[in-house]
């Protein structure tokens, strides 16, 4: 499911990160396949979104979010040993 | 490299929020210099430490960035001052958040493949207990090769601490380290140039590919200097999406190296993680409450520039006044006097009275940056902003520009992106400042009748925020227009990184007001100054006629009120009147004559001036009985046509020049200071004065 489908406090798995129409600085900032992600709120206007990925907290424009799909993860999940 | 040298050059980078300027500032005190790169509106940030045996750092702070590979011209700055060096930067230290290591390291690993000598600082040790981190420095030391330093840049005391929980002292000590020791390389085993470098290896020497890696993925940037020193990197076949691929898998290989060192060096116990942040911004950032408090943060600031500021404003107005006053009555009463007061003394308050508005605003900007409100304005603002071509921080800019584009235009520093940055300040302007204020109200007063439609309506308050809809408006279709000429090699798209909400560190605070204060005055300053004396000499000399003033007002005894009439006689054949009447053809078809032509540039002083200058045409007398001025101004009438001067025709088209035109140099000069060139200015003021004119000229000869 695409990451602005995700429910608040949801969570899910990045599956397509490493595509090559997403920007550079998105890897660069933690976000790869695999790595966590929780959507955390949307802005009052509608855009940009805001998630945790990984450690960070990240706001993404409308457009980009969209374009990164997740595996959503049960709402509380155990599974939250994330190593570094 | 040696460490006998006296003096050396270092650069301090890191990922954004890293509290890289707070370390700056603990590393350097307020011994620094900020200026511009050539051609780009980036500031330059150098100052200068010693080191306990004498050897002088120079530092410079570059742009905060997460990787070598530029998302903007700022972006770019690093790059190009580490890859090409054309400032001899001998070494690098690389400013680390503990809490987020692992992403902080991927600009680590490349620094360290550029073959710089490198140290890492990982700032805010003073959370790693609350937050339940563990490190093992020595190990990681190990691992990377390199010197590893915990530090707490907002734990450190002053530059020059020794024994401080901060460990500023301890980190200097060590800078000597970096030249020693051998940095672990990564991108040799990542086996990615094969399709590409291959083809020149013969050219290469193996412990420059990571650059040549760089100079070939980064090419369309680097064009000039490949041109010259590295043409080889031409001749190679280019495909952006297979270069893209390659990159992203050695960012995912960077990652796998980075997580196998962190494994064995730095634990973090989740259990500790509290969601502060995260439960902070469910109520800053709601659908309804996040605007509201928006709002409310953003009337205060303005609340405080407005009225705050008018109490010092006062007492600097007051203490120029009677210091002016004392050395006119101490001193001589001659030229040099004169100029003294009237010139420089008047030149050097109108820069001081900008310095209450300019502190409180920077007060507000950077306690809302310190504590992390900043990047929350740009997620709320975006929206709307970004169509624009501006950033969310361009809110701020905005709006204060209501009180005065001086401090605005310099609120514009906040914006990272520059080209953002530069439409904000070029903007800014456009905005209704409070100097055009008593221009539009005598105006309004004059032709729009004091009535009410639908019987709650003020026309004349609806006049007022009509003009005030009109230079938001322009400055946003400005903006839009402006963002379609300035062209930008990367392409804008929104991801910005959320601090963590952090209690401000007043030293920060303290010495990003002083430095904005000390930019405004020495650098536009000098500029308003200059301009201030030019025109109290253009309005107080003239030819033979201006000098023979109180003989010809004698001779002509049918003025009542000589005192006054002097004034005006003075101003009508000073240079300056002379060049009102000269400038009467070119605004006449805007329905002015040559007193207003006097007044339209006095205005370039302030425009609050037009009123008091009108006052002196007119001989109102004191410029505070607008009553007087008004009915004066009602009777005027036009020499041609024999009809009143002040028509509705002519009010309008006034209001209309007073909201678009560029009229105030203490603008201009704040303009070519932030910008550190002379051409946007120019382009603003022939940009402004000029959309000014036609607007006027329609609505007076329509309506006339």
Not at chain 2, 193 to 216: C, P, V
């Amino acid at each position: 499911m695409k990451l602005t489908e995700l429910k608040p406090s949801q969570k899910g798995i990045a599956i397509n990160c490493e595509n090559s129409l997403l920007p550079l600085k998105l890897m660069e900032m933690g976000c790869v396949d695999g790595v966590e992600i929780e959507f955390i709120n949307k802005a009052p206007l509608g855009s940009p979104y805001y998630y945790k990925i990984g450690g960070t907290r990240i706001a993404l424009g409308k457009e980009i979010a969209e374009m990164i799909d997740v595996k959503p993860t049960k709402k509380h999940d155990d599974n939250e040993e994330e190593k570094n | 490299m040696t460490m006998k040298k006296k003096k050396i050059k270092l650069a301090l980078v890191g990922n954004p929020n890293t509290g890289k300027t707070s370390l700056f500032n603990k590393l350097t005190g307020l011994h620094k210099k900020i200026g511009n790169y050539p051609g780009i509106t980036v500031n330059r940030v150098a100052g200068i430490f010693q080191l306990d045996d004498g050897t002088l750092i120079e530092l410079i702070d570059l742009p905060g960035t997460y990787s070598l590979h530029p998302n903007s011209k700022d972006e770019e700055v690093v790059l190009k001052e580490l890859l090409l060096n054309r400032e001899n930067i001998e070494g690098v230290i690389v400013v680390a958040d503990i809490n987020n290591l692992k992403k902080n390291m991927i600009l680590l690993t490349e620094l360290q493949d550029l073959g710089m000598p490198v140290m890492l600082a990982i700032n805010m040790c003073d959370e790693m207990k609350r937050k339940g981190i563990e490190i093992d420095i020595g190990k990681l030391e190990k691992l990377l090769g390199i010197p590893v330093m915990l530090i707490s840049a907002k734990k450190a005391k002053a530059d020059g601490e020794k024994k401080g929980k901060g460990k500023i002292h301890a980190l200097k000590h060590r800078i000597p380290e970096m030249f020693t020791g051998k940095g672990k390389r990564f991108f040799e085993n990542y086996g990615l140039t094969a399709l590409n470098l291959d083809f020149i290896r013969d050219k290469i020497k193996t412990n420059d590919l990571y650059k040549n890696w760089i100079l070939y993925t980064e090419q369309d940037k680097l064009n000039e200097a490949i041109e010259k020193k590295f043409p080889y990197i031409n001749e190679l076949p280019f495909d952006r999406t297979a270069v893209k691929k390659l990159l992203q898998k050695e960012i995912i290989k960077r990652y796998k190296d980075i997580n196998e060192i962190l494994k064995e060096t730095y634990r973090i116990d989740k259990s500790k993680a509290t969601g502060f942040t995260e439960r902070i911004d469910r109520i800053l950032l709601h659908k309804y409450w996040g605007l509201i408090i928006f709002a409310v943060i953003m009337f205060s600031v303005f609340q405080s520039i407005f009225s705050l500021a008018s109490i010092p404003m006062d007492w600097i107005d007051g203490i120029f006044t009677q210091f002016s006053m004392y050395l006119k009555t101490s001193l001589p009463d001659n030229e040099l006097t004169a100029l003294l007061t009237d010139g420089i003394l008047a030149g050097i308050a109108g820069v001081v009275i900008f310095v209450p508005q300019i502190a409180i605003l920077f007060l507000f900007i950077a306690l809302l940056e310190e504590m992390g409100y900043m990047s929350r304005i740009v997620y709320l603002m975006d929206k709307i902003m970004q169509p624009f071509g501006l950033s969310g921080k361009s809110v701020v800019p905005l709006l204060s520009g209501t009180a005065c584009a001086v401090p605005a235009i310099m609120g514009a520093r906040t914006i990272e992106n520059s080209k953002e940055r530069l439409i904000t300040i070029l903007t800014t302007p456009f905005m209704t400042c409070s100097a055009r204020l008593p221009v539009y109200t005598i105006i309004i007063a004059l032709i729009i009748p004091e009535e009410k439609i639908f019987g709650m309506i003020n026309l004349q308050g609806l006049a007022l925020f009509a003009l005030y809809f009109l230079g938001f408006a322009s400055a946003l279709i400005s903006a839009w227009v402006l963002s379609k000429l300035i062209k930008s090699n990367y392409k804008r798209y929104f991801i910005l990184e959320m601090p963590e909400y952090k209690l401000p560190i007043l030293k920060n605070i303290y010495i990003t007001v002083i430095d904005n204060l000390k930019a405004f005055v020495f650098g536009a300053g000098k500029i308003i100054v200059a301009f201030s004396i030019i025109i109290w000499f253009l309005a107080t000399h003239g030819p033979e006629k201006f000098q023979q003033t109180e003989t010809d007002i004698k001779k002509t005894e049918k003025f009542s009120h000589q005192e006054m009439n002097i004034e005006a006689y003075k101003l009508e054949n000073s240079y300056l009147g002379i060049m009102g009447k000269a400038i009467e053809p070119v605004i006449r078809p805007l329905g002015y004559d040559w007193k207003i032509g006097i007044a339209l540039l006095t205005s370039f002083a302030a425009r609050e001036v037009f009123v008091s200058t009108l006052s002196t045409i007119y001989s109102v007398g004191d410029a505070d009985n607008e009553h007087l001025l008004k009915e004066k101004m009602r009777r005027e009438q036009n020499l041609f046509t024999g009809k009143p001067t002040f028509t509705f025709a002519v009010g309008i088209s006034l209001l209309l020049f007073y909201a678009f035109a560029m009229q105030c140099f203490s603008t201009l000069a704040t303009i070519k200071n932030e910008t550190k060139t002379w051409k946007w200015p120019v382009i603003v003021f022939f940009y402004m004065t000029g959309i000014a004119y036609i607007t006027a000229f329609i609505a007076y000869q329509s309506l006339k």
